[in-house]
């Protein structure tokens, strides 16, 4: 057992190497370099995972809501920043909408976690009174109808309709993304470590011996969703700003199942799995697999399906292929550690030697 | 004279057109184990199930400490349909979820235990903690109730290994073998710190040796943590050995009440069981 000073010195040593790393990688790959893209969204989808996890894994809400949190994040962020100059510009058939006021960027991001959260304690009175298959199913029809209304003409001055929302800060270093999902990241994992988060978690295994407990299911129902929506909806701002134009259209149901896929391939219940996990699934679908959507000749033989959207095919496969091997995901509900790496190498060492 | 703790008054629960608690009145007082027993189907669950909030009772009323908990009088469809007695009699409607009602000091185990499986057995216990803790989400997650939450650490601890549960307390709830997971159920409704605990079917499956083991426990954690014991038991010799006092239920119904002794000549009771005899 090490001590907790101890731990925490190597905790605080790894993040600050991490970041140093980071920084140096950025000094001298070219800023076009893909892994940047995947560093940046990977980071995003982490923090978006992991608040998905703290419901689905942790609680044990089967909500598909995410992609509408993200969305309403995404447009405070994006609202409440683009400079007083631009409005004109982005606002051309609203004349230049009704906000009247910029903020910046920090007050901004918590705003949309704020807003969604907002969201969320609204709508979880009725829907949280639903189980499993049904919240399921109520949350899924909410995010769409965030969708349609923030599409809608009459929101126009405010949403600019279904036209872009564009012009407003965006960050330029990896460095950024990192931060502030790392910072979201830790608050789930203090909150979830907490009394709270041994309340989620008896609320998952038994909800009627939860409540014989004297737990108030509503209530921390309620507290888990709104928690989540929070840091989705700061997820949401952090993708506006990676992608520097937004769109409601694009917050499909399709990306609550993205992160669904990376939640369940991480580990149903494991942080360390979903933020594994996300970087795994953004490398894989932005980078790795690449190849196989370009036409490919190994002398003048041609490579056969190798052609645009063949990409995607493979790694639909992948995807089954581990969860028919994983059941459980990559990390099941266990945490990587220091400690669990540690133990790792000593039995591995041990083996070798006995080997010998 | 000893205060009094449960009282019970025509309590009823019909669901559809079946009566399954039937008028039922009874009442704890305080430092008594009384037992609830009778054949299968009795409605000695449902009674539980009705005191502890899961069900709002057809009719009836409930008063824990002197105070009036629980009250109902048949309503909308059931108007028509409820086929018990005393239906005018309690006008006031006062329900409580079951998160309240543990909060008011009854605490309870189930007759399929029921614990949390993915939980330690230390954090199983611990659980039960949050209820009396004055923490918030923000000062919880920032650690600015440390005092509070090492005090709920080692009171924790304290419990389990006053219940000899101290050696296992890292293993999963659920790899427990079957008798201890019934004694880190009835811990963990101790945790809640409640003055009335209610023990569904506590020796369900257990074999003479753990019965008897178990008996033992329940007069020990009756006295130690000053709580007042009503359990639902079909072990007979578990339930005439400890008990004070005994209801018997039959059909919803309350057939007879009495010391051991005396439900043990019972005519009602004996019919009950063995079933009624011919021209006797």
């Given at each position: 057992m090490m001590d907790k000073n101890k731990k925490i010195l190597i905790s605080i040593s790894l993040v600050v190497g991490?970041?140093?790393?980071?920084f140096i990688l950025e000094q001298v790959m070219p800023s076009s370099s893909m892994l940047f893209v995947v560093l940046k969204k990977g980071a995003i989808f982490a923090l978006v995972a992991v608040s998905m996890n703290l419901l689905n894994g942790f609680t044990g809400l089967f909500s598909l809501g995410q992609a509408g949190f993200m969305l309403i994040g995404a447009y405070t962020y994006a609202i409440l920043t683009i400079p007083m100059a631009d409005r004109a510009a982005v606002y051309q058939y609203f004349d230049g909408g009704?906000?009247?006021?910029?903020?910046?960027?920090?007050?901004?991001?918590?705003?949309?976690?704020?807003?969604a959260a907002i969201f969320a304690f609204l709508i979880g009175f009725p829907v949280l009174r639903l189980k499993s298959d049904y919240l399921a199913i109520a949350t899924l029809g909410f995010a769409e109808i965030i969708r349609a209304f923030f599409q809608w003409d009459v929101l126009g001055p405010i949403t600019n309709s279904s036209n872009l929302l564009r012009k407003f800060p965006t960050f330029s270093t990896v460095l950024y993304p990192f931060a502030v999902a790392g910072i979201c990241i830790f608050v789930i994992v203090l909150l979830i470590n907490s009394s709270y988060g041994r309340v989620f978690k008896a609320i998952r295994d038994d909800e009627i011996a939860a409540e014989a407990m004297g737990i108030n299911l509503a209530k921390q129902k309620q507290l888990a969703f709104i928690t989540s929506s929070f840091f989705a909806g700061v997820g949401g701002g952090l993708l506006a700003m990676y992608q520097s134009s937004i769109q409601a259209s694009a917050f499909k149901a399709s990306m609550t199942y993205e992160i669904l896929l990376i939640v369940v391939i991480g580990g149903v219940g494991s942080i360390t799995g979903s933020v594994l996990s996300s970087f795994l699934f953004i490398a894989s679908s932005e980078w790795w697999l690449r190849f196989l959507d370009a036409e490919t000749y190994i002398g003048s033989f041609h490579v056969p399906l190798m052609r645009s959207g063949f990409r995607k095919v493979v790694f639909s496969i992948i995807i089954m292929i581990v969860v028919l091997f994983y059941r459980k995901g990559i990390m099941g509900t266990k945490e990587f550690s220091i400690e669990g790496i540690g133990r790792f190498f000593r039995r591995l060492f041990a083996k070798k030697k006995e080997a010998q | 004279m000893t205060q009094n703790i449960l009282t019970v008054e025509n309590l009823s629960m019909q669901f559809g057109g079946v009566l399954a608690v039937n008028n039922l009145s009874l009442n704890v007082n305080q430092g008594e184990i009384v037992a609830l027993i009778g054949p299968n189907g009795a409605g000695k669950t449902t009674a539980f199930n009705c005191i502890t909030g899961v069900y709002e009772p057809t009719n009836g009323c409930v008063s824990f400490l002197g105070e009036m908990m629980i009250s109902n009088h048949p309503k909308g469809k059931m108007k028509k349909l409820y086929a018990g007695e005393n239906k005018d009699l309690y006008k006031k409607v006062i329900s409580h979820t079951p998160d309240k009602i543990t909060k008011l000091g009854i605490a309870r185990t189930f007759q399929n235990i029921r614990l949390f499986k993915s939980l330690s057995v230390f954090e199983n216990v611990l659980v039960a903690k949050h209820l009396r803790a004055q923490q918030t989400v923000f000062s919880a997650t920032f650690r600015l109730n440390h005092l509070e939450e090492k005090r709920a650490r080692e009171e924790s601890l304290d419990l389990l290994e006053e219940q000899g549960l101290l050696a296992v307390k890292d293993t999963l709830a659920t790899s427990l073998p079957y008798g201890?997971?019934?004694?880190?159920?009835i811990s963990r409704a101790l945790a809640t710190n409640p003055t009335l605990l209610l023990l569904d079917e506590p020796a369900a499956g257990m074999n003479p040796q753990e019965t008897q083991e178990l008996a033992e426990f329940i007069v020990q954690i009756k006295n130690k943590y000053n709580v007042t014991i009503l359990m639902i038991e079909h072990h007979m010799d578990l339930v005439m050995k400890i008990s004070d006092r005994i209801y018997v239920l039959d059909f919803g119904k309350l057939i007879a009440e009495g010391t051991p002794s005396e439900i043990q000549n019972n005519i009602h009771v004996i019919d009950a069981y063995l079933g009624v005899v011919e021209g006797a």
């Open positions: 991490l970041f140093a790393l980071l009704i906000i009247g006021f910029t903020l910046s960027v920090p007050i901004a991001l918590i705003l949309a976690g704020i807003i | 201890l997971q019934r004694r880190l159920e």
